[in-house]
């Protein structure tokens, strides 16, 4: 029998070496002449342990990981008798830090060939869609407001009130737009998806799409993520193939089809309205809502714009009934949220579970504190317009209603943890820096705020008068909190405010050092 | 063992160029598609593009030329040999991105958005490469590379200077 490998082709592991493993796998099968198949697939989310590497066996898969191209050989040997390895972390589904998770709409990623329809079709792909076919578009609808599914890139808009609003529209055309443009720092969930499992994501458009009554979708990546604009390509070509994407899906009465459009660097299109004009073709300038693009979306006609992961979530729902997908999570916040462990982590990756896990336990616990070994200082969850956290408030429990409550936002499940060497008003200026450079200049207190807000920061850094400065800057994040349009002017506050209330004393020279001074 | 990833961009040429417009005009929303198409063959976006875009399209000459400055993809002149793109974005300056973006500019001589005298290596920034867990990262032309350290970046900075 052949042996049988598994090395993730997924963008992270790649950048650690995984393409130059697969080589070497192969160079040493031939060697040994031992026939040897060598599976790509996504990853499991263990960035940590990246490139992660596993061998079929009968008690499962076993990985090994970190595995380096020296250690191929030394793996090949230990993959072939079945012997031990320091790299070997045992079967893959029982390492702790996998089997802790509620992985819903990550089950696939990491497991199957992200190429392979038939492997996707194998592991309970496209069941979703075809008991969507069998219950029409009524009956879609209340399944998605009953799983009480929230948009996951951030808003946390009810998905089912959304598709409603758009079923319900009369338009000649509808479409289906899908916003993979994942710009936030310390995100990669859409991503890893993407290159993993990207026919989940052709599936829950395709749903929407027999929902709503629209033929056409498409899928707006951004630039910086090529593996994923390759991955979703071949996907939609297989699926085409397949008949699950064209006229007559699956057998039935339904036409639907999609394509991939790629972004230019502009932050801002991560914006729905900004997206839209992007996709037409257009400066990605922020519209004012209403109309919403329920109503006034794609070209002017009524559109679903969701979140890679709000598609993501549907065909579960679909395929266990909306009751499965609610059981989990806590108060509106319902089903799992796909987290992802960024930035000076011991334990970083992709950790999908049920809403309701405290910040302190996602970062300690699970993320297992810094890598750098240092105490962990701050952590912004949300991206770049999201609040830095202290450790005071690492009780905050994951759910979008509890963030809120104290002034932070959840965002698209983004952690990005800083140990004690970071500076904040440098964290803060930096908040400002991006916001004006990313600003799509339609509202004046983002497009000038933004500019204002890094000049009055370096003079708070430089020690000019300090204490009218900060109550300036703070006047400013007001101004631009409700005075702009979009989430980018108006949540550039958060990390800037945030920065300023927890952790003042970067801010403000300590009392000792002003008295000595004077 | 590394897939070699060096860019080759043909010269502009009217006709060429002509012709990608035209492969691509007929889609809709197709400004940003063909902007694409014309970088990836020549490199960057010729001046003498825009107004050819804008008559395939019915847009004004600015209309085109507000979508292509609007971008940050958009060139308006070739990049040098290689790219090499620095993850600036916080993920990555939590996890010691600073002090590798400054290495990486002391040795090119060149500060972020800039290419080296000799045209050999042009260095960005960029904001999140996705890469978060495996961070600090770069992408030298097409290629990843995660887990910098002042040995991996100073490999890269050889190799895109060679």
């Known amino acids: ?518 | 063992m590394t897939a070699v990833y060096e860019p080759s961009y043909e010269p502009w040429d009217q006709t060429r160029g002509a012709e990608i417009i035209a492969e691509h005009a007929k889609q809709e929303g197709a400004t940003l598609v063909i902007l694409h198409a014309l970088q990836e063959a020549f490199g960057y976006v010729p001046e003498a593009a825009i107004p050819m875009v804008a008559q395939a399209l019915n847009l004004s000459r600015a209309e085109v030329h507000g979508v292509f400055t609007f971008y940050h993809d958009f060139r308006h002149k070739p990049a040098g040999h290689r790219v090499l793109k620095l993850c600036r974005a916080e993920a990555c300056q939590a996890a010691g991105g600073d002090a590798l973006a400054a290495r990486a500019e002391a040795k090119l001589g060149v500060s972020l958005g800039n290419t080296t005298a000799d045209d050999r290596v042009t260095l960005e920034p960029i904001y999140c490469l996705g890469l978060c867990a495996t961070a600090p990262s770069a992408m030298l032309d097409g290629r990843l590379v995660g887990r910098l350290d002042e040995k991996r970046i100073d490999a890269l900075i050889a190799e895109a200077q060679r």
């Open chain 1, 1 to 518: 029998m052949n042996m049988r490998i598994f090395i993730p082709r997924d963008a992270a592991a790649v950048a650690v070496g995984a393409d130059e493993n697969a080589v070497a796998f192969e160079q040493i099968a031939a060697k040994r002449g031992l026939p040897v198949e060598i599976i790509r697939t996504g990853s499991r989310g263990l960035c940590w342990l990246e490139p992660m590497v596993e061998v079929a066996t009968l008690k499962g898969r076993v990985a090994y990981g970190p595995v380096s191209a020296e250690d191929v050989p030394s793996v090949f040997e230990s993959m072939a008798s079945n012997g031990p390895h320091p790299r070997r972390l045992g079967v893959a589904d029982e390492i702790p830090w996998l089997k802790r998770q509620t992985r819903l709409t990550f089950a696939r990623c990491g497991v199957i060939d992200p190429r392979s329809l038939e492997d996707y079709r194998a592991h309970g792909g496209y069941k979703g869609l075809e008991r969507a076919l069998s219950l029409g578009s009524d009956a879609i609808l209340d399944e998605v407001t009953a799983s009480g599914l929230r948009g996951r890139g951030g808003a946390g808009f009810p998905t089912g009130i959304k598709w409603k609003t758009v079923a319900q529209a009369k338009a000649d055309r509808k479409f289906i737009v899908c916003n993979a443009d994942e710009g936030d720092s310390g995100t990669f969930a859409d991503r890893m998806i993407m290159e993993g499992d990207p026919f989940l994501v052709i599936e829950g458009m395709t749903t929407a799409g027999i929902t709503v009554g629209a033929t056409k979708g498409y899928i707006y990546i951004r630039s910086e993520y090529p593996h994923a604009v390759e991955a979703m390509n071949a996907a939609i070509v297989a699926a085409r193939r397949g008949g699950y994407l064209g006229d007559k899906i699956g057998g039935s009465t339904y036409s639907f089809d999609m394509e991939v459009r790629v972004g230019a660097g502009a932050y801002v299109c991560g914006e729905e309205t900004s997206l839209l004009e992007s996709l037409e073709g257009r400066r990605g300038l922020v519209r004012a809502k209403p109309p919403l693009p329920a109503h006034h979306g794609l070209f002017g006609k009524p559109t679903v714009i969701n979140n890679v992961l709000s598609f993501a979530a549907i065909p579960f729902i679909l395929a266990e009934g909306a009751k499965a997908y609610a059981d989990f999570g806590m108060g509106r916040s319902r089903g799992t949220m796909p987290i992802q462990l960024a930035g000076n982590i011991r334990q970083g990756g992709l950790f999908e579970t049920a809403f309701g896990v405290t910040l302190g336990e996602l970062v300690d616990d699970i993320g297992g504190g810094t890598f750098t070994g240092r105490p962990v200082r701050a952590v912004q969850v949300g991206g770049p317009l999201g609040a830095y956290f202290p450790r005071a408030l690492f009780d905050t429990p994951f759910d979008y209603e509890a963030f809120a409550a104290r002034d932070g936002l959840i965002g698209h499940g983004g952690i990005v943890v800083f140990d004690d060497s970071v500076d904040m008003r440098k964290q803060a200026r930096f908040a400002m820096e991006f916001c004006a450079v990313e600003s799509c200049g339609k509202c004046t207190p983002c497009r000038i705020g933004s500019t204002r807000g890094v000049e009055t920061i370096e003079k708070i850094i430089n020690g000019e008068r300090v204490a009218e400065n900060l109550a300036l800057v703070e006047d400013l994040c007001n101004t631009m909190k409700f005075g702009s349009l979009c989430a980018l002017g108006g949540f550039t506050p958060y990390p800037v405010l945030s920065a300023l209330k927890h952790f003042r004393e970067d801010f403000v020279p300590a009392p000792t050092t002003l008295q000595a001074a004077e």
